[in-house]
């Protein structure tokens, strides 16, 4: 099962919204609507911030928000801050050989 | 306050064997299936293997089936990940997650990883 697409890296300035892809397949983000975005600021445990595409859990700002078009899902922040500076990894169900895989990693820096 | 705490990692020869546990608090641990996610210097995450709730089901990524067991005490909040047959590949930060038993395929919880390095 092949690692699902995402951009190595994507920056923006305070206050400016990014956009993060993650691009799969038919087996995969474009098949189901279980895709899931974590934050990881290095060292510290990963944070879900969105699941089943567009859902946030208790607690995260409505600056995230999650949508799905075909094969490619993405996640977007708006209000840039400081501290959403940290990498971001999607993740999808497959009904490929591995019932998960994720996303090879985006790292965002707030310029 | 929700914890989960990977211990066991370090350094082993390619070829022998190694235990990860994830001692796990602050939620009810019977109403999550466990997962473990690694992490390849340089690589994204990897998922690795999941047990169900009560432990009865098992899933694993094919590169480590037959070499991993993934185990889980309910008594004790813990989930373990016994590793035999290590090569230089599976190298690498290992995470233990946990997912609510309706939606195996969020993890809502994480640790903060335990190092695995194999090397001779």
């Known amino acids: 099962q092949s690692a699902l697409t995402q951009p190595a890296s994507v920056s923006g300035s ?10 799969g397949t038919s087996s995969d983000v474009g098949g189901h609507n279980f ?32 949508s799905k078009s075909g094969n490619t ?7 840039l801050q400081a501290e959403d500076e940290a990498d971001y990894h999607c993740s999808s169900y497959t ?3 591995t019932p998960y895989v994720f996303g090879t990693g985006t790292k965002v820096t707030v310029l | ?6 211990s066991g990692g370090g350094v082993v020869l390619p ?16 109403d999550f299936a466990m997962h473990w996610v690694r992490q390849r210097p340089g690589k994204g995450l990897e998922w690795v293997a ?19 067991i993934i185990s889980r005490d309910n008594s004790e909040n813990t989930v373990s990940l016994h590793m035999s047959s290590l ?8 995470y233990c997650a946990a997912a609510r038993s309706n939606s195996w395929h969020n993890f809502d919880y994480w640790g903060q990883g335990a190092l695995v390095t194999v090397s001779s």
């Not at chain 1, 305070?14 to 691009?23: E, F, M, N, R, W």
């Not at chain 1, 060292?43 to 089943?52: C, E, H, R, S, V």
């Not at chain 2, 999941?50 to 991993?68: A, C, I």
């Open chain 2, 1 to 6: 306050q929700v914890q989960l705490v990977e």
């Open chain 1, 95 to 97: 009904s490929g050989n």
């Open chain 2, 50 to 68: 999941v047990v169900s709730y009560d432990g009865g089901q098992k899933y694993y990524t094919p590169s480590v089936q037959g070499r991993f």
């Open chain 2, 87 to 94: 090569s230089i590949d599976d190298t690498a930060l290992y």
């Open chain 2, 15 to 30: 070829g022998r064997s190694l235990r990860l546990s994830c001692a796990t608090s602050g939620f009810r641990f019977f």
């Open chain 1, 14 to 23: 305070p206050g400016q919204s990014i956009a993060i892809s993650c691009t």
């Open chain 1, 35 to 66: 895709v899931s975005w974590y934050q990881h600021h290095p060292g510290k445990a990963p944070k879900l911030m969105i699941y089943d595409v567009s859902n946030r859990p208790s607690g995260i700002s409505n600056r995230f928000s999650g």
């Open chain 1, 73 to 79: 899902a993405s996640l977007t922040i708006s209000g």
